[in-house]
Structures are given as C-alpha cells and as structure tokens.
C-alpha cells in the first residue's frame, strides 16, 4: 500500500528500512525517502506504520538473552 503518494512511498518501503537499520525515526524516513515534504498528508499513516515497524524488532534484552547473555551486561567489543 502507498503511504506517500507524492513520494511514492509504500509501507514495504518502511518496514524494510526498519529492518535494515536504516530509519528509526519519522525524521530519518523522510531524509532517506522524502515522505512528508511535500503535502505532509502522509505524515500519521507513516507514522503508525513506522511505530508498528519498529515494535515488530527483536527488542535488545530478547536479543541478549538469545545469545546467553545477562541484561545489562556490557557488550563485548
Ligand atoms: S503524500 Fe506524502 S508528502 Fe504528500
């Protein structure tokens, strides 16, 4: 589904982005996508995709915990 008709943004676009790591923000997706400069129509439809897109990652502590790690534990470099 289109969410941003002047930009030719779709939600796939979005969740994409999301998993790959490249938007975590309503600012960051419309710096690499350009959603929302023009009419801003799309702005709450993108945003309740964004926020469904995001709570849909593995948090951090499930992440941790699937690799036996401790919460809270520092990250090993
Ligand atoms: S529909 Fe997204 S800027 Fe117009």
Do not use: F, W, Y
């Not at 930009?7 to 975590?24: L, M, N, P, Q, W």
């Not at 129509?41 to 401790?70: E, H």
């Amino acid at each position: 589904m289109i969410i941003c008709v002047c930009k030719a943004v779709s939600d796939k676009t979005i969740r994409r982005s999301v998993e790959h790591g490249e938007v975590i923000s309503l600012r960051d997706l419309s710096r690499e996508t350009g959603l929302g400069t023009c009419c801003g129509k799309c702005v709450p439809a993108a945003r309740a995709t964004l926020a469904q897109a995001l709570s849909a990652l593995p948090s951090t502590a499930a992440m941790n915990r699937d690799l036996g790690m401790p919460l809270g534990a520092p990250a090993a470099c």
